[in-house]
């Protein structure tokens, strides 16, 4: 598809007009793009933010959710892109079997506080972190969930730098967290 910015013209007295490619400005097959973001909830409120960019390998391997990744291909720095996902395409739907709720007295008072986190093991040895989700009446709630579990969510994105990655980020991705080199 045409992106503004992805061919760019010079002109110059005398000579005929050249058109040359931008393909290493925009967002494509082993480039590393790196973006800023929030998250909104369905009421409009801003839930996790990020001014930092945050890092990826286009087209290689990331932890990014395949629509979002769909969205900013073709993106030319500067762009901004506003993605929705449903419960299904972001942190799944909310699983009340990894509610738990127990008198606060059988727990340990370092987890007395909403917010708290605790590790817990299965039978089978599994783990799963749980975090305090509510505390009242004598009684303290644990949910396993992504705290956005069931919930729809919208991406915004500002594409910030994109650049080549090099032959060992397309094998084995980039640090989400990619720094620039500061002199």
Known sequence: RYRPGLVRQLNSP??????????????SQD??????YSILDESGEIVEQSDIPISYVHGGKHDLFTKV?????????????????????????????????DDIGNVPPEFHRVGAEVEMMNDAGESRKFTVSRIENGRLTVDGNHPLAGKTITFNITVTRIRDASPDEVANGVSPMEMPVLH
């Open 31 to 36: 480039k590393v793009v790196s973006f800023t």
């Open 69 to 101: 990744v769909e969205a900013m291909d073709g993106c030319v720095v500067g762009d901004t892109v506003e993605v929705a996902l449903t419960p299904e395409e972001a942190f799944g739907p909310h699983d009340p079997s990894l509610t738990f709720t």
């Open 14 to 27: 005398g000579s005929a007009v050249s058109i040359i490619p931008m393909s290493d400005q925009f967002a």
